[in-house]
Antibody, heavy 117, light 110 residues
Framework: EVQLVESGGGLVQPGGSLRLSCAASGFTFSNFWMHWVRQAPGRGLEWVATIKTDGSEKYYVDSVKGRFTISRDNAENSLYLQMNSLSAEDTALYYC??????????WGQGTLVTVSS | QSVLTQPPSASGTPGQRVTISCSGSSSNIGSKTIHWYQQLPGTAPKLLIYSNDQRPSGVPDRFSGSKSGTSASLAISGLQSEDEADYYCVTWDDSLNAVVFGGGTKLTVL
């Protein structure tokens, strides 16, 4: 069974940092592009970042460029999102997703990030 | 302001057919395939339609997708109460080098 389990969310002060993790199982992780998508409370879905199978290509939404870094460890079947210089606008439920734009799409249940003093 | 434009809301009565539109441009819908997600309240999004008009296994044939030029549509026939959810279109944008979502459409079954 395909599983994506996010962790690492929590309450952080403005300007702080967090590292989100996504543990993948039930499929060959290294074969799939992976993504982070977020959803602010009561708002729509917002794509955050994408990473290619081998990590050689990375893409980010403009609002997080220079602050967030997506990475992966294919040996550990894990996806990461390092988030720095956090602001209230980054408060959201963060989803890890496989193959966002394909038939093999699968999402985790999300981890909540709250940025507040 | 989303790159892909969806109506914020839609509604219908049980058994009716409803359509949800998604409008974009030549750099996204006009040159890429469009995908649709359904998000039931309190749950993670689920793929409903991929590659414009394909249904993943397990998705009822009441759901269908189409694309023409720089616009796409999701149609739901035989509307049921359990279809009440938020629906999002999504694709890749060549100009932005980014994944772009529509703003989402909240479907209410009256």
């Amino acid at each position: 069974e395909v599983q994506l389990v996010e962790s690492g969310g929590g309450l952080v002060q403005p300007g702080g940092s967090l590292r989100l993790s996504c543990a993948a199982s039930g499929f060959t992780f290294s074969n799939f592009w992976m993504h982070w998508v977020r959803q602010a409370p009561g708002r729509g879905l917002e794509w955050v970042a994408t990473i290619k199978t081998d990590g050689s290509e990375k893409y980010y939404v403009d609002s997080v460029k220079g602050r967030f870094t997506i990475s992966r460890d294919n040996a550990e079947n894990s996806l990461y999102l390092q988030m720095n210089s956090l602001s209230a606008e980054d408060t959201a439920l963060y989803y890890c997703a496989r193959s966002l734009l394909a038939a093999t799409s699968h999402w985790g249940q999300g981890t909540l990030v709250t940025v507040s003093s | 302001q989303s790159v892909l434009t969806q109506p914020p809301s839609a509604s219908g009565t049980p058994g009716q057919r409803v359509t949800i539109s998604c409008s974009g441009s030549s750099s996204n819908i006009g040159s890429k395939t469009i995908h649709w997600y359904q998000q039931l309240p309190g749950t993670a999004p689920k793929l409903l339609i991929y590659s414009n008009d394909q249904r993943p296994s397990g998705v009822p044939d009441r759901f269908s997708g189409s694309k023409s030029g720089t616009s796409a549509s999701l149609a739901i026939s035989g509307l049921q109460s359990e279809d009440e959810a938020d629906y999002y279109c999504v694709t890749w944008d060549d100009s932005l080098n980014a994944v772009v979502f529509g703003g989402g459409t909240k479907l209410t079954v009256l």
